[in-house]
């Protein structure tokens, strides 16, 4: 068998472990089955769910909050980002107050989302707009740091004007630190939009949690969080695919390749 | 000229903040809006809120709460990670599971864990810890896996076995990693801290500021706004002076190999 084959028999051999070690746990007693359904009952209630139409609306909430938020939160980190990062002195001022706001976790500003916004969009948009602005803004202030001195005093001795030289050396060496960069904020903007649903109770999967939880249907509480950890395998997908697409060109990517 | 090098760092360190803060004092100093109090009335609240008993019946035990479940992610984490690091076949049939349970958003298991453990101290404490696991576990492996493979001959021509190869070589190698994922780790533990309390408790920090909201105690509720920034400031500035001292050695490394700019 190839390497990469035995690897992936391999994965698959744990997976299916870990599901038959959840069937029969609370089967056997191990674990008393109103705490841990068996895996099967789980599959059941998910099945449930993906017949319902009100699991279809909650899991577009969701969607929709994490998508505005990233996209909100890409936007500002990638646009500040350079800007201060091709500015010395604005960098130099504002160093500390990043340092500063940064580590302030975004779940303290859930009370004021509340008070302002309600259960509205905007509350969770809040939230998963501050969580992830970080990590973008963070990742691109590295990337710019890290362009070429040579090739930056190429750029100007051939006279590229301020906006040629950050499209054409600052862009492609902090592009694959942006990437970086959404590539965290996207799993965290889905953890944030989860968490204002359950804490807020705006509308979404997080909501279905806690209802689900309240009322007393475990298999479904269970099922719902299988949903919402599939969903951010999927997240991690997707951020790993648009990587590797924008970055095809970098060498980074080209070796991983060729090896 | 260091005394003028030294004013110009703390000219540029602590100017932004304070013209922010005192735009923010002035800005919302004769403020009529209920939800936007003046600075002096949330700096009042402050005091008197966080400074009495409930700096001992709330902040303290939501603090020994979260690094209770830190210390214990950080030690299962490296444990379990060793253990997975070390056999590539052990990894290869970990990596499916170990990378679904990583993308569950640590909020949602929660309501799973009031399920198991009820809303008492041991909820809390667990929850923080299904959630800092993951980070340093991941990372743990991670650092393992990529360990010098010069090291490692070395290592076995020597004859270095067990513990000494443990200390000296797979957690020195992986530590880098490790500090990593524990700083992630960190980030999601005050997160997870937070909303254990919100979520179904009756005491902590994160249920304390909660009550204010609802019961429309504003400055009050923005000086638990306040408290929980500069606690996440706070435990992330003791990290990185933890970090630099464990990791000097590899920041010295790091510095060499680039040679001096």
Redesign the interface.
Known sequence: MSPARSRRVLGTAGLLGFLALLEVAPRAGLVPDRNLPPTSRIAGALADELGQPSFWAALGDTLQGWAIGLAVAVAAGVGLGLLLGSVPALRAVTGSTIEFLRPIPSVALIPLAVLLFGTDLRSKLLLVVYASFWQVLIQVLYGVQDVDPVAMETARSYRLGRWARIRHVVWPTALPYALTGFRLAAAVALVLAITAELIIGNPGLGKEIAVAQTSGAVAATYALVVVAGLLGVGVNLLARALERRLLAWHPSARREAGG | MSAAAAARRLL??????LV?LVLWWVASADSQSF?LPPLRQILEAFASVWLGARLVDDVLPSVARLLTGFALAGLAGVTLGVMVGSSP?LR??????L??????????????F???AGIGTAMKVLVIVSGCLWPVLLNTVEGVRARDEVLEDTCRAYGIRGQARLRHLVLRAASPQIVTGMRQAL?IG??LM??SE??AASSGL?FT??Q??RGFA?PE??S??LL??L???V??FGFRLAENRVLSWYQGLRQAQRGPS
């Open positions: 540029l360190a602590a100017g932004l903040p922010l939800y076949r290869a049939a970990c990596e499916p599971v990378e679904f349970l990583r993308a569950i958003p640590p909020p949602v298991l929660v309501p799973i009031i399920l198991v980030s005050i997160i937070v909303i919100m979520f994160g500021i909660v204010f909201q504003i509720m923005w638990g706004i929980l920034g606690l996440g400031v435990l992330s």
